[in-house]
């Protein structure tokens, strides 16, 4: 329960703003002020929450005792499982569980004061650019980064490469990129994959790009796809080495 009382946040900016500060502190307590987290987990104690702070620090207490609480409250009683399983699987799953309070609040206040669609919808992409907690905490996050950084022109791994610029030159730039072309000799298939504006379509759904969606392209066809669309997430696409969409993939099996 948190004890000092914070300014409410009620624009966009501000609700994330919160978000940020309570992350901070839940993940400084989970990776550099592990020992003292530990400690404060005891599980001869009552349930007890671990609380993230907008002024990014955290602290371990009982939950609110009023009935409904003034904000959504964390997962209660993660002192009793400390020590009936490995501290990493421990970690990992307190980061779960916060990630998931994290988003109840900030969306808490989005009801609260009004949020509409569009409000909604940028702050969900403002959280969403991101790490999650878990991410931090398990190191998922450092190999996120490691994809990120640009693709050495010996071509290997072409398909994450060719992913990674997909999803940062629009943000950056604020501008839709076609897919680079490597042959003048694509003719008509590349003109049926733009449209009027030479915006490139998905080569499933056919709609455009976003800022806020992954996509990935295809090695065999060079056409570019939402993931959604081709069932691929960006933790998947990771480890694909060479992706074929499922038009080439069955047209392999055939032959």
Same mark, same amino acid.
């Given at each position: 329960?948190?004890?000092?009382?914070?300014?409410?946040?009620?624009?966009?900016?501000?609700?994330?703003?919160?978000?940020?500060?309570?992350?901070?502190?839940?993940?400084?307590?989970?990776?550099?002020?592990?020992?003292?987290?530990?400690?404060?987990?005891?599980?001869?104690?009552?349930?007890?929450?671990?609380?993230?702070? !907008?002024?990014?620090?955290? &602290?371990?207490?009982?939950?609110? /005792? +009023?009935?409904?609480? =003034?904000?959504?409250?964390? %997962?209660?009683?993660?002192?009793?499982?400390?020590?009936?399983?490995?501290?990493?699987?421990?970690?990992?799953?307190?980061?779960?569980?916060?990630?998931?309070?994290?988003?109840?609040?900030?969306?808490?206040?989005?009801?609260?004061?009004?949020?509409?669609?569009?409000?909604?919808?940028?702050?969900?992409?403002?959280?969403?650019?991101?790490?999650?907690?878990?991410?931090?905490?398990?190191?998922?996050?450092?190999?996120?980064?490691?994809?990120?950084?640009?693709?050495?022109?010996?071509?290997?791994?072409?398909?994450?490469?060719?992913?990674?610029?997909?999803?940062?030159?629009?943000?950056?730039?604020?501008?839709?990129? !076609?897919?680079?072309?490597? &042959?003048?000799?694509?003719?008509? /298939? +590349?003109?049926?994959? =733009?449209?009027?504006?030479? %915006?490139?379509?998905?080569?499933?759904?056919?709609?455009?790009?976003?800022?806020?969606?992954?996509?990935?392209?295809?090695?065999?066809?060079?056409?570019?796809?939402?993931?959604?669309?081709?069932?691929?997430?960006?933790?998947?696409?990771?480890?694909?080495?060479?992706?074929?969409?499922?038009?080439?993939?069955?047209?392999?099996?055939?032959?």
């Amino acid at each position: 329960m948190e004890g000092i009382p914070h300014p409410i946040p009620r624009t966009v900016e501000e609700v994330f703003n919160d978000f940020k500060g309570r992350r901070a502190g839940l993940i400084k307590a989970l990776t550099t002020d592990v020992e003292k987290f530990y400690q404060q987990s005891d599980p001869e104690k009552e349930n007890l929450c671990l609380y993230g702070l !907008p002024n990014e620090t955290w &602290e371990v207490n009982l939950p609110a /005792e +009023e009935v409904p609480p =003034e904000l959504p409250e964390p %997962a209660l009683g993660i002192n009793f499982a400390r020590d009936g399983m490995q501290e990493k699987d421990w970690l990992s799953l307190v980061a779960v569980h916060s990630d998931s309070w994290l988003l109840s609040v900030a969306f808490y206040f989005g009801a609260r004061f009004g949020f509409g669609k569009s409000e909604r919808k940028r702050l969900f992409q403002m959280i969403n650019d991101l790490p999650t907690v878990f991410e931090v905490v398990t190191g998922a996050v450092k190999q996120a980064k490691d994809q990120a950084t640009p693709p050495n022109n010996n071509g290997k791994n072409k398909s994450s490469g060719r992913m990674q610029s997909r999803q940062s030159e629009p943000q950056h730039k604020g501008v839709k990129i !076609p897919a680079p072309k490597e &042959e003048d000799d694509s003719g008509g /298939e +590349e003109e049926e994959e =733009e449209d009027e504006q030479g %915006a490139t379509l998905c080569g499933a759904c056919g709609d455009n790009y976003g800022n806020d969606e992954f996509w990935i392209c295809c090695d065999i066809c060079e056409r570019w796809f939402h993931g959604k669309c081709v069932k691929i997430t960006p933790a998947k696409a990771e480890h694909i080495k060479q992706y074929k969409c499922p038009s080439c993939s069955s047209k392999r099996a055939k032959v």
